[in-house]
């Protein structure tokens, strides 16, 4: 009998100590081990730590991670934050196409064997996943406009084709779209349940790719919507310019920043031996090696943990990876230094910026009209645009990245509407160049429509320089 008591005395010790070490833990006061890196020794072979806090200097692997954007729990967002006494009255979605496979290939290295068919025992996972294969199943008689009903509407490949969506590019816009479902349609009531085909307005390019990318944000937003209320717009233009492509200036300042490059290239005397080090693994002339842009190809070997390819010369390896993406990075603040390309964004993003305000206009005056606008596109639409906003220190798109215009009315003086710009969720209204000083000059808690409405219509031929007060003349002047 009294062995029997010690023996459950020295069990509830025992229980009483792993509580407490357990409590310890959770408090942080006592320290936890953990594998390098903060990676547990069961995980992949070439897994890259995860980005928690961003490092204090440029450091190439964390650019690369933030890049690829690999789905993992529902980010912390801003959008649909205002005021009590706002309400949301129309959204503006852009977006980049999600992950995607290369489009290049380094020359005589075998394709990275990356499955481009959706299954459900495969990570990333998604619960709508399933029911996202399903639904596009039966949307083969949906109406797109030309050449949009040609395209499949997910990809499903065994071996990923050029450029195609992969299931990790599906992942990020299911999450993106619930994620949007959650605050614009659940909290605001944006769309009311019997929505109507007007209310939304839809438009993609002619990519597969962005296509897809569009079609899983909109299963994500409205979940088993129905086809017939459903037309995507074709877009031949990756700066969705419609009628108002042809911009002989920003032309010019397009060959004037891919002189910019192509001089700090020629500078950058570590990249240039990297290039000439890959160039002998693979026995292809260097200057070859770098028209196939590789670094495309390495990033998909990156992102999906992937070895970069070998030769019987050795191997291409994180280094030369380093390498290249640190001059990436060094590119993108000698471009805002040098402004040429402000130039060009300022006048290929207006076309789509003027669009986007004289939706806001017509919402603002009570039309329910395209209410929830989505563009599908790519990295080189969104980057000219936040350019043109001033959003000098926001990043380079990643996959799946997305820039949010929000419309709000003010419920106690109903004539005053008000925007909000976010970009990947994080609020940059007060960071762009018509609102960066609006504290200073307002007791309004919010950016107006009409600072946007005066930037696109004036102030961004201002910045230009040029004399010019609209696109047309802007587009055409004489000179550099």
Request: proline residues 7%; charged residues 20%; glycine residues 4%.
């Amino acid at each position: 009998m009294l062995f029997r008591n010690r023996f459950l005395l020295l069990l509830a010790l025992a229980a009483l100590l792993a509580f407490l070490s357990l409590s310890l833990q959770f408090f942080h006061l006592i320290p936890v081990s953990v594998a390098k890196n903060g990676v547990s020794s069961k995980s992949r072979k070439r897994i890259m730590p995860d980005p928690v806090t961003e490092p204090p200097g440029t450091d190439p692997v964390y650019e690369a991670l933030l890049y690829c954007n690999i789905p993992s729990v529902a980010e912390r967002s801003m959008e649909g934050h205002a005021p009590h006494h706002f309400k949301l009255v129309s959204v503006h979605v852009f977006i980049r196409h999600g992950d995607r496979y290369p489009l290049y290939v380094i020359p005589k290295t075998k394709r990275p064997e990356i499955d481009c068919t959706l299954v459900a025992n495969r990570k990333p996972y998604h619960p709508k996943l399933e029911a996202f294969v399903s639904h596009m199943s039966k949307g083969s008689g949906a109406s797109f406009e030309s050449p949009l009903h040609s395209l499949p509407l997910f990809p499903n490949h065994p071996l990923c084709e050029m450029g195609e969506l992969t299931q990790t590019g599906v992942v990020q816009h299911l999450q993106n779209g619930q994620q949007l479902r959650d605050i614009y349609l659940k909290k605001h009531k944006l769309l009311p349940s019997d929505w109507s085909p007007d209310q939304l307005y839809l438009e993609t390019t002619g990519k597969s790719r962005t296509l897809q990318s569009g079609l899983a944000l909109l299963y994500g937003f409205l979940p088993d919507f129905d086809w017939k209320k459903i037309y995507f717009r074709h877009q031949p233009s990756a700066l969705f310019c419609s009628g108002n492509c042809y911009c002989p200036m920003r032309n010019q300042y397009l060959e004037k920043e891919q002189r910019r490059q192509y001089l700090l290239r020629l500078k950058n005397s570590q990249l240039e031996r990297t290039y000439g080090d890959m160039a002998k693994i693979v026995d292809v002339p260097t200057k070859q090696l770098r028209a196939a842009n590789p670094i495309d190809s390495m990033l998909c070997h990156f992102c999906h943990n992937v070895s970069f390819p070998c030769t019987r010369n050795g191997c291409i390896d994180m280094e030369h990876f380093k390498a290249i993406k640190t001059h990436q990075i060094e590119d993108e603040r000698d471009r805002r230094e040098k402004k040429l390309y402000l130039g060009y964004s300022l006048l290929g993003a207006h076309p789509i910026l003027n669009q986007t305000i004289s939706r806001m206009q017509r919402a603002a005056e009570g039309r329910k009209e395209e209410i929830f606008a989505l563009y599908s596109a790519h990295d080189v639409t969104l980057s000219p645009v936040l350019s043109a906003l001033g959003l000098t220190e926001a990043k380079f798109p990643r996959f799946a990245a997305r820039l949010i215009f929000e419309l709000w009315q003010d419920r106690e003086q109903p004539r005053e509407h008000s925007v909000r710009i976010l970009y990947n969720g994080v609020d940059v209204t007060f960071h762009t160049s018509f609102c960066q000083d609006h504290h200073k000059r307002s007791p309004r808690p919010m950016c107006p429509l009409e600072n946007l409405v005066h930037f696109v219509r004036r102030d961004m031929f201002v910045a230009l320089g040029s004399g010019s007060t609209n696109y047309y003349d802007a587009c055409h002047r004489e000179g550099f």
